[in-house]
Nanobody, 125 residues
Framework: QVQLVESGGGLVQAGGSLRLSCAAS????????MGWFRQAPGKEREFVAA????????YYADSVKGRFTISGDYVKSTVYLQMDSLKPEDTAIYYC??????????????????WGQGTQVTVSS
């Protein structure tokens, strides 16, 4: 059983930066895919970014491409989301997710079996 704990959220002004962390316990293997999703008030949860432990390949939603960077430290079982040039529309609860099978449909919520509790990110204008 994998457990995920996010940290690093907070309040930041537009144009600022935050780095989110996701610590995974339960020794996830290199077959795992790890993802970040977000959910704004009144909206559906949406894909933000994903990384494959096995290949190091990364994937991004168009809305964050060029501003956010996902990375991971397999030894520490931790995934990071560096968020730069933040905008008010980035305000949401950010969730970390783990896919034990490394499924190809990394943008889909249903591809992930484990989820963290979420961390709030608020960007003021």
């Amino acid at each position: 059983q994998v457990q995920l704990v996010e940290s690093g959220g907070g309040l930041v002004q537009a144009g600022g930066s935050l780095r989110l962390s996701c610590a995974a316990s339960g020794a996830p293997s290199r077959s795992y895919g790890m993802g970040w999703f977000r959910q704004a008030p009144g909206k559906e949860r949406e894909f933000v970014a994903a990384i494959r432990w096995s290949s190091g390949n990364t994937y991004y939603a168009d809305s964050v491409k060029g501003r956010f960077t996902i990375s991971g430290d397999y030894v520490k079982s931790t995934v990071y989301l560096q968020m730069d040039s933040l905008k008010p529309e980035d305000t949401a609860i950010y969730y970390c997710a783990a896919d034990p099978l490394g499924r190809p449909y990394y943008t889909r919520i249903t591809s992930y079996d484990y989820w963290g509790q979420g961390t709030q990110v608020t960007v003021s204008s």
